[in-house]
């Protein structure tokens, strides 16, 4: 395993949580590397359901070092009720470290997320989760945010605090914004940064150092390829770089220490919030996939929009990152399909495009191509190896893989830890 990347090639909600599970048997480090607690992985062991939104889902595999890696922006009010959760349900949480270079988001970011999204008008909102991640990012790039090694000296932590929320006030407040009240804000703060101050650590020495003692290090990335800054579908994506890439950025490791790059991909495609999406179905198929899947989100509860299965997005996804292994999941979702369509190709204005498009205007107005396979009907819940699948689930696979030039690594038919298989 060595040095090993997880990231979803679609939309988000692919199933990473489920995936870094299952690979974590193997791990001794699990790093997340970007986004914050808009995250939502979902774990579900033989008899519990976890849904983590900052801390790595290495946590629930007693022997795993787990790390909040640079790239991620901290909610310390967030990440301190998330490691009480866990306690709660008797889950150690001593091997987490926390970035000491990680930036933090502070109250006034969400309130400022909640002012932007609200003034937006229709058609130019983005579909945040209000939890700050945006302005959070914008304080990192303007240089002027609070970071974890701040914590590390109380003193300073509280003189920016108070200095940036009444700033926040001065500018916003005549604006419209929600005004914070600096004083209440404080107390919930402080006493989530005295929780998590012991966490807080020189990560990018303590990734590096595992990755040369030869240790099995798994980066886990949030969201999914196309919410990338740069490569999503802009501007309907999120604020970090989501994709391959951002692994190194947002842990501390060089290129050269990645071995092997996995790309989470639904057998169907889902998208969350506002933004094109030339598969979804508006219609009755759109909808039994919502249901049979599930598809609500694990931090919102938003339902999730619902279409075929994206070659022409996922291919370029997967030349992005850089995929070696792939691993489909919800495959048991599609079982009491007739047919079940794969889009191969787009058509704007008549012609076949060559690749998929920057421009979200053309991305919306695109025709896509369909291939028409036949379903199964036949539950797949209980299958264990490639030989127990129906022939045509294993057909619908292999046309997958070769479309998407890329080799399937796992195969997951349900939410269960033991509903997943090698191949």
Not at 66 to 78: A, C, F, H, Q, T
Not at 130 to 145: E, F, H, L, M, Q
Not at 147 to 159: Q, S, V
Not at 289 to 303: D, I, N
């Amino acid at each position: 395993m060595s040095v090993s990347v997880l990231v979803g090639v679609q939309w988000g909600d692919e199933g990473k949580g489920k995936i870094i599970d299952v690979l974590t048997k193997d791990a001794q480090m699990v790093v997340r590397f970007q986004g914050g607690n808009n995250a939502g992985h979902t774990v579900e062991t033989e008899d519990r359901k976890f849904v983590l939104h900052l801390i790595p889902s290495g946590i629930l595999r007693g022997e795993t070092d787990n790390v909040i890696g640079n790239g991620v922006v901290v909610d310390p009010v967030g990440l301190a009720e998330e490691m009480n959760a866990l306690v709660a349900r008797g889950v150690d949480v001593s091997r987490l470290q926390v970035s000491s270079r990680a930036h933090l988001i502070m109250p006034w970011h969400k309130l400022l997320d909640a002012f932007n999204e609200n003034k937006a008008s229709k058609g130019k909102k983005i579909g945040t989760t209000k939890r700050g991640i945006g302005p959070a990012y914008a304080s990192k790039a303007n240089r002027t945010a609070i970071r974890a090694c701040d914590i590390l000296k109380p003193a300073r932590f509280e003189a920016l605090f108070r200095e940036q929320a009444a700033e926040y006030n001065r500018i916003y407040g005549p604006l419209g914004a929600e005004k914070l009240d600096p004083d209440t804000a404080w107390k919930e703060v402080s006493a989530a940064a005295d929780q998590i101050r012991p966490y807080v650590k020189d990560t990018v020495l303590s990734v590096n150092q595992a990755a040369k003692a030869g240790k099995n290090v798994l980066l886990e990335g949030a969201q999914g390829a196309f919410l990338d800054i740069d490569h999503g579908t802009y501007p309907f994506v999120t604020s970090s770089n989501t994709t391959s890439g951002g692994a190194c950025t947002g842990s501390g490791l060089p290129p050269r220490a990645i071995d092997c790059v996995w790309g989470v991909i639904k057998a169907y495609t889902t998208r969350v919030g506002e933004g094109p999406f030339p598969t979804e179905q508006d219609n009755a198929t759109g909808e039994f996939l919502r249901t049979k899947g599930g598809e609500f989100g694990a931090t919102t509860g938003r339902s999730r929009r619902c279409g075929w299965l994206d070659i022409v997005a996922s291919r370029h996804s997967c030349m992005v990152n850089g995929v070696d292994l792939l691993a489909v999941t919800k495959l048991d979702v599609l079982d009491e399909l007739d047919e079940i369509k794969i889009c191969t190709a787009y058509k704007l204005d008549g012609e076949i495009l060559p690749a998929f498009p920057a421009d979200v205007e053309d991305l919306a107005r695109v025709e896509p191509v369909y291939e028409t396979l036949p379903g199964w009907k036949t539950s797949t819940a209980s299958a264990r190896s490639m030989a127990d699948l129906p022939e045509n689930a294993r057909k619908y696979l292999a046309r997958m893989a070769e479309l998407l030039e890329a080799k399937i690594g796992i195969v997951s038919i349900g939410p269960k830890r033991d509903q997943t298989f090698t191949v």
